[in-house]
């Protein structure tokens, strides 16, 4: 079998958006799957839309998503010589001409067949003129004129499409550019693409690829349209929905593998499974499982597997994401060890990173202010008498483990004759700040003993003040 070769000719016109993420995960996934290549082509031959801005946000984007390429990347303008040559070949074979006909003429033409009730399309007036080339003339393909041109797509079935309905298209304007399908199929036959994942969009466009592919002889490629990616209310996704682009989910703290894990579910299946690690994705991803429909995206679902993907994670791998976000927040981390033992005690209770770093800044910031309402209703009553005889009981403790807290607890409990919640709660804003926190003593050890007694003296001092 031949080596799969597939690739990802994103146009640097803007960021790198959902439904062209899911496309260049599909066709790396496949890469991976089958120990194959993966090319990257920035396809930028749109000279007035595209920015360099925009190609360093696709590699960062790509980056991120830890989509790497074995090829590339290779920029469309660079090639224009190849094009050039191919063209030429395409001439000398007679399978593509000279035309001089004008917009206007083209236009009456159009006009004529749609009077007639004919598809508006160029009548082949010079394509048995032999016309050399000249000024202003533009190279067009002789399309077949019988038959149908056939697509097996491996996403869509058969696709037929009627060779009497094509049309001779350009490919070559008139200053000496390259068209758009010319230069994909050209890219493709010479990078030896030989499986082609991409939207639906661009269906017919491929009918005008594989004529080029026929005329020169060449193997086609297998096919494969990917259903489009829709908002929420079903139409077509755009920014109305909301984020559209993969740096915006990274930005609202998102991990890289969550992003793949939603963005394959989004038209491709592996039985029930919804949760899918990286790893797993190589291992099960295939063509046949990539579904007809159009997928739907809904971010509350994204930030739920990420959750999960939080959940899962070893808690030294989100030490890296999570480190700008504190220093964001004015809260450089020196101790890796205790971020660490942190990230533990807010694994289960973060939806996405800035959830986390959010949580995590108390571990690290002494508390400055308590909050109005933890400390109106936390603070009052008897709470700091239990605070007190808490304190003198931890002073006693030589390990500060979940063990020995949980011991030290219920001495606190039964000489005060209070339940947990009652000596719990005073502590639970001393230590934090707030009313809702980790487990206490998941808290208290990451926090340490001298830290956790400063703490409560410092609130000692605010209800005494009070």
């Keep these: 079998m031949d080596t799969i070769i597939t690739r990802f000719p994103p146009s640097p016109t803007g960021y790198l958006h959902v439904g062209g993420a899911r496309t260049a995960l599909f066709n790396w996934l496949y890469a991976r799957h089958t120990g194959g290549r993966f090319i990257l082509r920035i396809e930028d031959t749109d000279a007035a839309r595209s ?11 790509l980056e991120w998503l830890g989509i790497d390429w074995d090829e590339g990347p290779y920029f469309q303008t660079k090639r224009y010589d190849l094009y050039r040559e191919y063209i030429r070949k395409l001439i000398d074979a007679g399978h593509a001409y000279y035309c001089t006909c004008t917009p206007e003429e083209i236009e009456a033409m159009r006009e004529r067949a749609m009077a007639s009730g004919g598809k508006p399309k160029y009548d082949g007036t010079c394509r048995e003129k032999n016309l050399p080339e000249t000024p202003n003339a533009v190279v067009r393909l002789k399309a077949p004129l019988t038959g149908a041109t056939v697509i097996e797509d491996v996403v869509k079935g058969h696709i037929a499409f009627q060779n009497a309905e094509l049309d001779d298209y350009i490919i070559q304007r008139s200053d000496g550019s390259p068209t758009y399908n010319l230069a994909v199929a050209v890219d493709d036959i010479t990078m030896g693409v030989n499986t082609i994942l991409r939207g639906d969009d661009h269906v017919n466009n491929t009918p005008k690829q594989m004529m080029i592919y026929n005329a020169l002889g060449v193997p086609l490629p297998r096919y494969g349209h990917l259903p489009m990616v ?9 920014k109305r929905h909301g984020a559209m682009s993969v740096s915006e989910f990274r930005d609202m703290g998102i991990l890289p593998d969550a992003m793949l894990n939603y963005l394959v579910r989004l038209g491709w299946s592996h039985g029930d499974q919804e949760f899918f690690t990286r790893s797993e994705l190589i291992e099960k991803f295939n063509l046949e499982h ?9 971010q509350n ?3 739920a597997l990420n959750a999960e993907h939080i959940k899962a994670s070893e808690p030294e791998a989100l030490i890296a994401p999570l480190t700008p976000l504190l220093e964001q927040r004015g809260c450089p981390v020196t101790d890796r060890v205790k971020l660490a033992k942190a990230i533990v005690t807010l694994q289960p209770r973060s939806k996405t990173l800035i959830d986390m770093a959010d949580g995590a800044l108390f571990y690290f910031k002494d508390i400055e ?28 403790l030589d390990a500060f483990d979940e063990p020995a807290l949980e011991g030290a607890f219920k001495k606190v409990m039964e000489a005060t004759e209070q339940g947990f919640g009652k000596v719990a709660n005073p502590v639970r804003v001393a ?13 208290m050890g990451v926090l340490g003993k001298d830290e956790t007694l400063k703490r409560l003296d410092q609130a000692l001092k605010y209800m005494e003040s009070r």
């Design 431 to 443: 230590l934090s700040g707030k009313n809702v926190s980790p487990g206490m003593f998941e808290m």
């Design 290 to 298: 990539i579904g007809r429909s159009a997928g739907v995206f809904d």
């Design 369 to 396: 202010a308590y909050d109005e309402k933890a400390a109106e209703k936390c603070f009052g009553g008897s709470a700091a008498e239990t605070v007190r005889v808490l304190v003198a009981e931890l002073q006693t």
């Design 230 to 238: 829709l908002g929420s209310d079903k139409t077509r996704l755009s």
């Design 51 to 61: 920015t360099q801005a925009s190609v360093d946000a696709i590699f960062e984007s």
């Design 301 to 303: 679902k994204l930030f």
